[in-house]
């Protein structure tokens, strides 16, 4: 199989989950919503573009590979919202702060973010695939609009340095095979295949522990691969509309490798 892997670093990162009431909680790995999401923002899709984002969302598979998922961090803001006396239901952000205009109030919320995660995904092409692998590859060097991790106030600190393999045997030997550049600098610039050059590693706390999150099949993970090691999960990141900010859910398998 051909894959895309690039990396996902910065000082904050939030991949959101369901947000219900005044808590914007945040997973310790990156969304499927949040890479694709990065994926389109390079190939300059808007958001509106409902078509296009179709696309997106129905041509690709995703590996995640966490390395770090980094200190969780907290944040308040401050909102406004009507309040909930009456039997009127708002719908949209707009009804609230159109139709409920008369009926603002203030409501303190809680966002949360993980700092210096590291993470390196995997970008699987189905056939019905709107663009190939090395056309996103393209555009994750020279991305069309801003890329952030999650939300617009975490940028990226590091290049994405994506990498084409091809011919794979799985997912697995993809992610051992991608050749890590250093994170902080240094006088030899080289890279190590499969795990973040030393000096990165111990920067971030990141041992030997690795956490594995895929789709599809077990066989396209591992060959060979012990069932009984694996933990399958319905997690609701599967972009339905960007337009609406609407989600679906979807299947997802876990494994997890512990450090020597």
């Known amino acids: 199989m051909d894959l895309l892997l690039f990396r996902l ?12 009431g005044e808590s914007r909680h945040s997973a310790n790995y990156p969304s499927k919503s949040a890479i694709l999401g990065l994926v389109g ?19 690709y598979q995703v590996a995640v590979e966490v390395f770090s998922t980094g200190q969780l961090l907290r944040d308040y803001h401050t ?24 009926r603002l109030g203030t409501i303190l919320s809680t ?16 056939p019905e695939a709107p663009f190939c692998l090395a056309q996103i590859e393209e555009k994750l060097r020279k991305p ?21 393999l091809t011919d794979q045997t799985d997912v697995l030997s993809a992610f051992k095979a991608y050749l890590h550049k ?19 590693a111990y920067w971030l706390n990141a041992g030997g522990e690795r956490h594995y999150y895929w789709e599809g099949s077990t066989e396209d993970f591992a060959k060979g691969f012990d069932l009984q090691r694996r933990q399958t999960r319905v997690r609701h990141d599967q972009p339905l509309s960007r337009k609406r900010w609407q989600f679906t859910p979807r299947q997802e398998h876990y494994f997890y490798q512990g450090g020597e």
């Not at 609230?96 to 205009?101: N, Q």
């Not at 993980?114 to 993470?119: E, G, T, V």
């Not at 609009?145 to 990498?163: D, M, T």
Request: glycine share 8%; net charge neutral; charged share 25%.
């Open 79 to 102: 909102a406004q919202v009507p309040d909930s006396a009456g039997k009127f239901v708002y719908r949209t952000r707009r009804d609230e702060v159109v139709l409920g205009k008369e």
């Open 182 to 200: 250093p994170l902080l600098p240094r006088k030899q610039a080289d890279a190590e295949a499969g795990q973040p050059v030393q000096q990165d």
């Open 144 to 164: 069309v609009f801003h890329l952030y991790l999650g939300r617009k106030s975490c940028p990226l600190a590091a290049p994405l340095n994506p990498q084409l």
């Open 9 to 20: 670093y910065g000082p904050l990162a939030s991949w959101g989950e369901i947000a219900v």
């Open 111 to 126: 966002r949360e973010y993980r700092s210096d995660a590291l993470a390196v995904v995997a970008l699987r092409a189905l």
């Open 41 to 59: 923002a390079a190939l300059g899709i808007e958001r509106s573009d409902e078509a296009q984002q179709a696309g997106l969302q129905q041509g």
